[in-house]
């Protein structure tokens, strides 16, 4: 049972554009909700992460809105650059349970 | 710091043979993830470590996996015996904060052992 749902899972964007990407959960239990960042051949790196008391948290190009209510959250890529092509792992976790969703290959077209 | 350390970063092997995934975690982290990737199911959480003490194994897949952490800077991923299915890239991470002994601290992924079951 796939408890992360994300999309879309490829986007392709042109340098200075919005990224975008969309995740959905199911279990109300989990209140730890981070993104990660995966390049080829690398293991996936901590990018940005938010609790449910708040509804967005935002750092230097990289913001999560967060609703709560419908239980989704999104990943916002303002300005985005080349060097931002990588695959997007959204997650969410409880205490003891941490699941990924499916991931995004975001391309950036100079 | 170097970061998690993982190897070997490439395998190869033959269906049926024994194959050991080894991962050293940063220092001074006390808590230690292991993950499978693949194209079909994803980024999956496999078992975690606090303290050494397995904490929640129940993303092992079966029993031909093992996992054991001796002691803090050193863990091992058993697979015996392998199958094509066991193909993977294997991710180890670790943690360590306040709250360790649960996944929401922020864990740092090593670069992964790409495993080939012929």
């Known amino acids: 049972q796939q408890q992360v749902k994300q999309s879309p899972q490829s986007l392709i964007v042109q340098k200075g554009g919005i990224s975008i990407i969309n995740c959905a959960y199911e279990?109300?239990?989990?209140?730890?909700f981070p993104w990660y960042q995966q390049f080829p051949g690398k293991g996936p790196a901590l990018l940005i992460a938010?609790?449910?008391?708040?509804s967005e948290k935002k750092e230097g190009r990289f913001t999560i809105s967060f609703n709560k209510s419908a239980k989704q959250f999104s990943l916002h890529i303002m300005d985005s650059q080349p060097g931002d092509s990588a695959t997007y792992f959204c997650?969410?976790?409880?205490?003891?349970?941490?699941?990924f969703g499916a991931g995004t290959r975001l391309t950036v077209k100079p | 710091d170097a970061g998690v350390i993982q190897s070997p970063r490439h395998e190869v092997t033959e269906m049926g043979q024994e194959v050991t995934l080894r991962c050293k975690p940063i220092?001074?982290?006390?808590?230690l993830f292991w993950y499978r990737q693949t194209m079909m199911r994803g980024l999956e959480l496999l078992i975690y470590?606090?303290?050494?003490?397995?904490?929640?194994d129940s993303g092992m897949p079966e029993d031909r996996f093992s996992a054991k952490m001796p002691n803090a800077s050193f863990s091992t991923l058993k697979i015996q015996p392998s199958e094509p299915r066991d193909s993977a890239v294997y991710f180890c991470?670790?943690?360590?904060?306040?709250?360790?002994?649960?996944?929401?601290?922020?864990?740092?992924f090593g670069p992964g052992t790409r495993l080939t079951v012929l």
């Open positions: 991470a670790s943690s360590s904060g306040p709250t360790s002994g649960t996944t929401t601290d922020t864990q740092y």
């Open positions: 279990n109300t239990a989990f209140d730890y």
């Open positions: 938010i609790r449910p008391d708040v």
């Open positions: 997650a969410a976790s409880a205490t003891r349970d941490m699941r």
């Open positions: 220092s001074g982290h006390n808590s």
């Open positions: 470590f606090n303290n050494n003490v397995p904490i929640d």
